[in-house]
């Protein structure tokens, strides 16, 4: 059972900088790919970023591509989530998550553990 907890979100104007950790606990996340999705309400939730267990291999959305740098920790058993150039359409809630899949996959149903989110607002 793994169990992750976001923290970093809040309020940034456009253009601004954030920075999102994903702190694991229960078991070590080495063996995970990890991801990044987020959700506005009404729609579903969206990939964002994965990245391979040993962080040699990182995919992206069109979205953010160039503005987001996925990272992880595995010693410190963390999950980051580098976010420049913020845009209004960047609020939302962010989630991480894990995946025992073994590859670096950017759908929802082959994530098992999720985090509960930390709310990304970025002004105009």
């Known amino acids: 059972q793994v169990r992750l907890v976001e923290s970093g979100g809040g309020l940034v104007q456009a253009g601004g900088s954030l920075r999102l950790s994903c702190a694991a606990s229960?078991?070590?996340?080495?063996?995970?790919?990890m991801g990044w999705f987020r959700q506005v309400p009404g729609k579903e939730r969206e990939f964002v970023a994965a990245?391979?267990?040993?962080?040699?291999?990182?995919r992206y959305s069109d979205s953010v591509q160039g503005r987001f740098t996925i990272s992880r920790d595995n010693a410190k058993n963390t999950l980051y989530l580098e976010m420049n150039t913020l845009k209004p359409e960047d609020t939302a809630v962010y989630y991480c998550?894990?995946?025992?899949?073994?590859?670096?996959?950017?759908?929802?149903?082959?994530?098992?553990?999720w985090g509960q989110g930390t709310q990304v607002t970025v002004s105009s």
């Open positions: 998550a894990a995946s025992g899949t073994g590859a670096v996959v950017t759908t929802r149903r082959a994530y098992g553990y």
């Open positions: 229960g078991r070590t996340i080495d063996i995970y790919t």
């Open positions: 990245i391979s267990w040993s962080g040699s291999n990182v």
